[in-house]
């Protein structure tokens, strides 16, 4: 499991250290960022050089309405369809089409315990939440808040062109009500809550 820019935005904001942190390993410490509040989520974009990662957290109740693991048919189906949307960035976030961003991998995608993830993340799940490392046998247990977390990569032609970033998650996810969005460079570093009414960044 990868480190989170989160945790680093919550320490004083030197970017270089930030952007070194995915070699470093402190495994679940995105589980200590922010409060869990339904309805407000927290983007983080960091741009080094060409790269621009982009992080997302949200408690999984504004993402998909409920916070335990599916248990019907139709809550896997609401699950597998909020999913399908996370792998595209666009459906969090829009940013300049001048800058030239692009996918470049697969998004790292992290769910609690006992949701169905996506088959390559299925592995780490028993990672996730230290306070409950008992076999997951009954999902009972599992009564307490979650959250979903996962983390896109992208590879920018013109990261020049790069300016702003408008929240499009707050249309995909209509549960959504603030979004804390920041923004890091080498140059740069901004952040704000963002609203359905106000939903851009911008940083020149
Ligand atoms: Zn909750």
Redesign the pocket.
């Known amino acids: 499991m990868r480190p989170s820019l989160f945790a680093a935005l919550s320490a004083p904001l030197v970017v270089s250290g930030l952007l070194a942190l995915p070699a470093a390993a402190h495994e679940g410490e995105h589980r200590q960022a922010g409060a869990?509040v339904?309805g407000v989520a927290d983007l983080a974009l960091a741009l080094d050089g060409q790269t621009l990662t982009v992080e997302f957290e949200s408690?999984l109740?504004s993402i998909l309405g409920f916070?335990h693991p599916p248990e019907t048919k139709v809550q896997t189906e609401q699950l597998e369809a909020a999913l399908a949307q996370l792998r595209d960035p666009g459906a969090l976030i829009q940013i300049p089409a001048k800058a030239g961003c692009t996918v470049t991998t697969t998004p790292d995608i992290d769910l609690p315990p006992g949701f169905t993830g996506p088959p390559d993340k299925t592995a780490a799940a028993p990672d996730h939440d230290e306070a409950h490392d008992h076999d997951d046998g009954d999902h009972e247990h599992h009564h307490d808040?979650?959250n979903i977390h996962l983390s896109h990569s992208l590879t920018c032609k013109e990261p020049a062109a790069l300016t702003d970033v408008t929240v499009t998650a707050f249309r995909t996810f209509t549960r959504l009500r603030t979004v804390k969005v920041a923004f890091l460079s080498d140059r740069t570093q901004k952040a704000d809550s963002l609203t359905p009414e106000r939903p851009t960044l911008s940083w020149r």
Request: aromatic share 0%; charged share 30%.
């Open positions: 869990h339904h408690p109740d916070e808040h979650a």
